[in-house]
């Protein structure tokens, strides 16, 4: 593959470190605009994290108005709830605040704020981003888990009630003008919600990693990744006051969807279908189904090979067997989930769960071609 041709897009620019969110506003201030919206969801706004940041630009002479109907795995009608609030408002720019729901979303928000409906127009899947220009406004992200990196990543998911799927719009003019790393800002989110969406983080590096695609850049960023994530999530759960752990862990996640432009894998395919038809948290289901996905991997020889490469990143002997125990310990230690006992999914679901993945996107690019039936046996020795 490396006489082939590809195109590689990098981040966008990031504001890291103690204090960037309230720099940010400065920032903003700078650029002469007066009014706002900030993207959030109901969990942020009950944790005081909107009302900190909507008097610091009320102090800075900036009127900002907040939108917090998300849903957790978000839907269409969120998105044009938030455009239509974007429009009333008469906003000059965005502000996606929380995890990657409201960040996912204030992506689209800002697209339907210059781009008419439906949502649908703009499925990636079916070419939709051609539609997509560049003349959307200011969009700052600012991430208040260490999971989805959707803060440095063009693309979001968002699920369309017509057809029931997570769709994907994508665009390069989707990135944020600015990433904020704030690790102050991630301080209260709960240990069970530190652990399901670092490990999160953990995938997205991992499943990059391991696709058969030519990246070096990708491939360096997502070892680093795997390293820092699989280091350092076990100290911000244990204290989540650890700025240091925090601020690893955001980087790890930035890292992760900066990695995973190579794509992703069935890991993520399983776990979308478990957000869809159980509202599964997305963390949890990717934890559940990985070693199962890894083991299942491990018939193509590129896997194995890199798998066992990260033997000496994760404290254990370069062999592939030893990289996934070391990794499920891991999960077990984090009180993750490393089956589907615990989920209550009928066993009779197990085939729907398969026909979904295997029409999800990330599927195809799996480093072992995934076949009918391969997705129900890895269900069924999960469940
Ligand atoms: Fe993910």
Redo the contacts with the bound molecule.
């Keep these: 593959m490396p006489t082939l041709r590809h195109t590689y897009n990098f981040p966008t620019r990031i504001e890291y470190g103690p204090g960037a969110m309230k720099d940010l506003v400065v920032i903003i201030k700078r650029e002469g605009f007066k009014k706002g919206l900030i993207v959030t969801d109901e969990g942020i706004v009950k944790a005081g994290i909107a009302e900190i940041l909507q008097k610091e630009f009320n102090s800075a002479g900036i009127d900002v108005v907040i939108f917090s109907r998300v849903k957790s795995n978000p839907i269409d009608a969120n998105a044009y709830d938030g455009a239509k609030v974007y429009k009333e408002s008469k906003s000059e720019f965005v502000v996606g605040l929380g995890g990657g729901s409201p960040i996912d979303t204030a992506k689209v928000v800002k697209c339907l704020a210059t781009h008419d409906g439906p949502l649908e127009k703009y499925d990636d899947a079916k070419g939709g981003d051609k539609y997509i220009q560049n003349n959307m406004p200011p969009f700052y992200a600012i991430p208040t888990t260490a999971?989805?990196g959707s803060e440095v990543g063009r693309s979001s998911v968002i699920t369309i009630q017509s057809t029931n799927k997570k769709t994907i719009i994508f665009s390069p003019y989707l990135m944020p003008t600015i990433a904020v790393l704030d690790p102050e800002v991630t301080v209260s989110l709960p240990p069970g919600l530190t652990a399901a969406t670092g490990v999160?983080a953990f995938?997205?590096n991992l499943e990059a990693y391991l696709m058969d695609v030519f990246h070096p850049f990708a491939d360096g960023i997502a070892r680093e990744g795997i390293y820092r994530s699989f280091k350092y999530l076990p100290h911000a759960v244990e204290n989540g006051n650890d700025i240091a752990a925090r601020g690893e862990m955001l980087m790890a996640s930035a890292m992760g969807a900066t990695a995973f432009q190579k794509g992703?894998g069935v890991n993520?395919s399983i776990?979308h279908a478990l957000g869809v038809f159980y509202d599964t948290h997305?963390g949890l289901a990717?934890a559940a189904v990985l070693v199962e996905v890894m083991k299942y991997n491990l018939k193509s020889l590129n896997v194995k090979q890199k798998l066992a490469s990260l033997g000496p990143l994760l404290n254990t002997k370069s062999d592939a067997e030893a990289v996934i125990n070391a990794i499920e310990n891991w999960l077990i230690s984090l009180n993750m989930p490393v089956n589907l006992k615990s989920f209550s999914i009928p066993a009779i679901d197990a085939q729907r769960i398969e026909d979904y993945a295997l029409e999800d996107p990330c599927c195809p690019l799996n480093p072992r071609k995934v076949e009918k039936g391969d997705v129900l046996k890895i269900i069924q020795q999960l469940l």
């Design positions: 999971g989805t999160d995938v997205h992703l993520h776990a997305h990717n």
